[in-house]
């Protein structure tokens, strides 16, 4: 059984923009922020809060109490150089404590790997401090059991999404979008994108005309008559489409390239990154699809052959060559926000047609 493991955001920016940032926490998926308690004040949020107060949810304490305050878990923060730090570690959580903090200088991988080691065993929780999305992800793989929460302190939403994506926990809420238009449009320059992971059936990238209208599109995993499977490969669209990347910024899909990452999301919305490999633009037959959800319209262009495939609800697979007015096909749809170089702009107007 695979353990809940935890990211808590300590958030760098200034009370002002605090209300914000906690509300874009909450809809990440986050329920945990490293924060004193005060500061949130009138601020409405779901939010738990860890923090050396006695406001706190999670209270990190500096020495033994006498009695543990009713309804809150208690902690202590622990900085780890050498092997005595940590049997002492061991020590002092075997008096019932609910969770350590450990923050590791130098040698991150080895100390955490001992505490992990020592403690899985007891009911301790075990969180590490990390300060970028890369040492949140090698601290929640470490032994492969990993530490069960990581304090990560950042200003950066994008920075949240990327770490969300790492850990697997990132959903995006697919809708179903039901075809009003498809049409031959000639020639034109379609994307290949060559993953340098296996994709598995259910799975594709997030591809379409619009930053806030993405079709699902399959990978090749399934092949045909006359292909073979290829299950790296995403025959994405069109050169001027936008896919979504894994820190919420989108890119054309013209810009994608060797060592860049690409978001691949299953038929259920669950999202996880990948590195390209390789990606083939040649010019091919396109159509033009269109769908309609929630009254938003969006549309994509895809290479006009058997082997491209959008996702059903349910799962099923259905050919673009296959499609019909009336189909319904897994999308993602939101309202539209303009965007500047890829990132979002929350104030601006934008129309996309």
Request: charged share 30%.
């Amino acid at each position: 059984m695979s353990k809940t493991r935890e990211l808590i955001i300590a958030p760098k920016v200034s009370q002002g923009q605090l209300p914000k940032f906690l509300a874009q926490l909450q809809d990440e998926g986050i329920n945990m922020a490293y924060l004193d308690p005060k500061k949130i004040g009138k601020i409405k949020t779901k939010l738990e809060t860890i923090y050396p107060s006695p406001d706190a949810k999670h209270v990190v304490i500096e020495k033994d109490l006498a009695k543990k305050p009713k309804g809150k878990k208690i902690g202590r923060k622990f900085k780890i150089l050498s092997n005595e730090d940590i049997e002492n570690v061991l020590n002092i959580a075997k008096k019932g404590l609910d969770f350590v903090i450990v923050e590791v200088k130098d040698w991150k991988i080895i100390p955490l790997e001992n505490i992990i080691a020592k403690l899985h065993k007891i009911h301790t929780k075990i969180y590490a401090i990390a300060r970028t999305p890369e040492e949140v992800r090698k601290m929640f793989s470490i032994l492969e059991v990993g530490v069960d929460g990581v304090i990560f302190s950042t200003s950066s939403i994008g920075e949240v999404r990327e770490v969300m994506i790492y850990l697997g926990s990132k959903n995006f809420g697919l809708k179903k979008g039901k075809i009003i238009e498809i049409k031959e449009v000639g020639d034109g320059e379609r994307v290949c994108v060559d993953t340098a992971s296996m994709l598995h059936k259910g799975e594709g990238m997030l591809i379409g005309s619009r930053s806030n209208f993405l079709f699902l599109v399959h990978n090749e995993s399934v092949g045909s008559s006359f292909t073979s499977p290829r299950p790296f490969r995403v025959n994405a669209g069109a050169v001027h489409c936008y896919t979504l990347s894994p820190d919420g910024t989108t890119s054309y899909l013209s810009e994608v390239e060797t060592g860049s990452e690409v978001l691949i999301v299953d038929s259920k919305g669950k999202a996880r990154r990948a590195t390209v490999g390789r990606s083939k633009i040649e010019r091919r037959p396109m159509l033009m699809i269109k769908a309609t959800v929630d009254g938003e319209v969006g549309g994509i262009i895809a290479q006009d052959a058997e082997t491209i495939r959008f996702v059903k609800p349910g799962g099923k697979l259905v050919s673009v060559t296959h499609l019909k007015k009336g189909d319904t096909v897994m999308v993602y749809s939101k309202v539209a926000t303009g965007r500047h170089f890829g990132m979002e702009v929350s104030d601006e107007y934008i129309l996309e047609k």
